[in-house]
C-alpha cells in the first residue's frame, strides 16, 4: 500500500509530535497539582500548628 506525501508525514511527524505534546502537557499538569496539593496541605498545617501553639 502507497501512501501519499501528506498520509506519510501525517503518520511520520505530525501524529508522533502531537502524543509528545500531549504527554507532556499531562506530565505538567501532574506536577503542578502536586505543587498546589502541597501548598494547601502545608497551608493547613501552619494554621494547625498556630492552633496547637495557642492551646498549650
Known amino acids: 500500500m502507497k501512501l501519499s506525501t ?3 508525514f501525517r503518520i511520520t511527524y505530525f ?3 502531537v502524543d509528545h505534546v500531549i504527554s507532556s502537557l499531562q506530565s ?3 506536577q503542578f497539582e502536586i505543587y498546589i496539593f502541597q ?3 502545608n497551608k493547613y498545617l501552619f ?3 498556630n492552633v496547637t501553639k495557642k492551646i498549650k
Open 6 to 8: 501528506e498520509e506519510s
Open 15 to 17: 501524529i508522533y509530535l
Open 28 to 30: 505538567r499538569f501532574e
Open 39 to 41: 501548598i494547601k496541605v
Open 47 to 49: 494554621a494547625f500548628n
